[in-house]
């Protein structure tokens, strides 16, 4: 079992930074892929980041270049990076993590966090 809670979320202005955490329970997280996911208001769950236990990556187009996921396996952490943010990453932004999915599919995730909202103000 894996618990995540995120932290960090709020208000930044466009082409600011900001950077999310999520906390992780459970003894063998270091075994887990993690990522990122987010939702606006009226769309989709959508894929942001995703980082392997051996910390291979991989991103959405929309976010490569901006935004960096990274992991810290001692302090059971996963990190979100937020650079030159802009409106349309205004979101909920989920942490997830599974055993096996290494994927932009947010139905492949087991474990979820309950989400932080990220505004990006023009």
């Known amino acids: 079992q894996v618990q995540l809670r995120e932290s960090g979320g709020g208000l930044v202005q466009a082409g600011g930074s900001l950077r999310l955490s999520c906390a992780a329970s459970g003894r063998t997280f270091e075994r887990y892929v993690a990522g990122w996911f987010r939702q606006a208001p009226g769309k989709e769950r959508e894929f942001v980041a995703v980082i392997s236990y051996n910390t291979y990556t991989y991103y959405a187009d929309s976010v490569k270049g901006r935004f960096t996921v990274s992991r810290d396996n001692d302090k059971n952490t996963v990190l979100l990076q937020m650079n030159n943010p802009k409106p349309e990453d205004t979101a909920i932004y989920y942490c997830?993590?599974?055993?096996?999915?290494?994927?932009?599919?947010?139905?492949?995730?087991?474990?979820w966090g309950q989400g932080t909202q990220v505004t990006v103000s023009s």
């Open positions: 997830v993590a599974d055993l096996y999915a290494y994927s932009t599919n947010p139905q492949d995730y087991d474990y």
